[in-house]
């Protein structure tokens, strides 16, 4: 079965370029989770798509946004880059829950995008 | 609100035992344990649910207080590949959120 993959591996951008990482999830797996790890932050949410919906965000700027698509493939966009947008980019593939009762699952994460801004 | 893990580093001899503690604020519907080895993808090892439901790795075991949002992990008999970072990452509310809020890490090295 294959496993969660990330496209690229590594990415080196300038200042004030935009990017767009895409993640494959397991098949069969319909929620697919971003997130951003730092040595100074650690791993921090960025959002959530279930079914090509989004259904959650967390604390990050405009600039970071998000698709995914009917097969459940994922990308998310970062426009504008920073400085501080250099990290590794994780997105994260779960069965997703249709509703309250079914029983949470875990999540298998990708090998992760390295991002380097200059 | 970040959870937070105790301790943020430890070095075992091989054979010995662990625990890592990880501690919310806000009521958890359920928490995740992940190591990452350097350079690798967070791998999962355990899910605990409200309500006592669990599921996970065979050799590492993990508990649940509920009504102190806590959580620990426990690794015994230590081995060499148990070495990296483990997270513990949390859910609140009534759950079905696919957002997880990581704790820092902690840092485990094993010895021959």
């Known amino acids: 079965k294959a496993g969660v993959t990330q496209t690229p591996r590594y990415l080196i951008k300038t200042r004030g370029q935009q990017v767009t990482l895409s993640c494959s999830p397991i098949?069969?797996?319909?929620?697919v989770s971003w997130y951003q790890q730092t040595p100074g932050q650690g791993l921090q949410f960025l959002f959530e798509?279930?079914?090509?919906?989004?259904?959650n965000k967390g604390n990050f700027p405009g600039r970071f946004s998000g698709r995914q698509f009917s097969n459940s493939r994922s990308e998310m966009n970062v426009s504008t880059l920073e400085l501080g947008d250099s990290a590794l980019y994780l997105c994260?593939?779960?069965?997703?829950?249709?509703?309250?009762?079914?029983?949470?699952?875990?999540?298998?994460f990708g090998q992760g995008t390295r991002l380097t801004v200059v | 609100q970040q959870p937070v893990q105790s301790p943020q580093a430890v070095i075992l001899r091989e054979g010995e035992d662990a625990v890592i503690n990880c501690s919310s604020s806000?009521?958890?519907?359920?928490v995740h344990w992940y190591r990452q080895k350097h350079g690798e993808a967070p791998v999962f090892l355990m899910i605990?649910?409200?309500?006592?439901e669990q599921k996970g790795h065979d050799k590492i075991s993990a508990s649940f207080n509920e009504k102190k949002q806590q959580s620990s992990l426990y690794l015994t008999a230590s081995q060499l590949s148990y070495s990296g970072t483990y997270f513990c990452?949390?859910?609140?509310?009534?759950?079905?959120?696919?957002?997880?809020?990581f704790g820092q890490g902690t840092t485990l090295q094993v010895k021959p």
């Open positions: 994260a593939s779960n069965k997703g829950r249709g509703g309250p009762r079914i029983m949470n699952t875990e999540a298998f």
């Open positions: 605990l649910l409200k309500g006592g």
């Open positions: 990452g949390t859910e609140s509310g009534s759950g079905n959120t696919g957002k997880l809020i």
């Open positions: 098949s069969g797996h319909r929620s």
């Open positions: 798509y279930f079914s090509e919906t989004q259904r």
């Open positions: 806000k009521a958890l519907y359920s």
